[in-house]
């Protein structure tokens, strides 16, 4: 008994190749696009960029538009003044340092572009300072802490109070820093979590350092540890930035690492004395 032999063209085959190839690039997952708000006073800005942007993509699938303005601290940042400023990205990490900015219609718009549309903060170190003189708690509630001042410079020893939470996955229990600047934290508003403290000697008590937040429809990640550009270069600060970024997008497994897909390029050292490619990177108008 013959066996009858069924072959398909090479038409066909080339055509069902192209349907898988695509069906495959539909699932993948997509770089995620991050926008970095960074100027004003007191910091290394223009290091900084380079530190957080690298940083992060090494631990996490992102790309990024950057904002880096002058060192004033009455600046109010112009992409801000834009509609749908932030339509074009799946979160927003705020490095700024504005303490001066008081316009209250121009601090309550940035808050009201995250919590309406969801889109998640990154809120780092000078960024609790912003807008402090602004007569509205908005910002403050965005951030999760009200915070106006700092200590005077001195070690400190950071505290992990959360060790199972997956954002402080693979945190140190306790994490000695030479030197720092530690926030003094007035208030902690009814959504935010802590999951880092550290004392502060010069009031006689413990500081959140870390921690997370909701506000609106916007989830957020905080930390006040920032200030030296020797704590950000550490793989504990980058790493648990990263993974707070991954919390606020729903992509960090239990484990802390991060979901398929949206792990980094690998974690290598950042050279601050090469040119920062992302420096020049600004947010193209929303569509």
Known sequence: MSRLK????????VAALAICTSAFAEDAPKKLKGLLITGGCCHDYPHQVKIITEGLSQRLNIEWD?????????IKVP???????IKPYDVVVHNECYGDVKDVKFVEGIVKAHTETGVPAVVIHCSMHSYRHADTDEWRKLLGVTSRSHESHHPIDVVNLQPDHPVMAGFPELWKRPVAELYKIE?????????A????????????VIWTNQFGKAKVFGTTLGHHNETMLTDEWLGVVSRGTLWTLDLLNDDGTPKDGYAGTGI???DLTKPNPDAGKSPKPAK
Not at 68 to 74: A, E, R
Not at 79 to 85: A, F, K, P, R, T
Not at 187 to 195: A, R, S
């Open 79 to 85: 992409v801000y003044e834009n509609h749908d400023w």
């Open 197 to 208: 403290q550290a004392y502060g000697k010069d009031t006689d008590k413990n500081h959140s």
């Open 268 to 270: 290598a050292k950042i």
């Open 6 to 13: 069924t072959y398909l063209p090479v038409w066909a085959v």
């Open 187 to 195: 208030k902690q508003w009814p959504e935010m979590k802590p999951l």
């Open 66 to 74: 950057v904002v880096l303005t002058g060192s004033g601290k009455d």
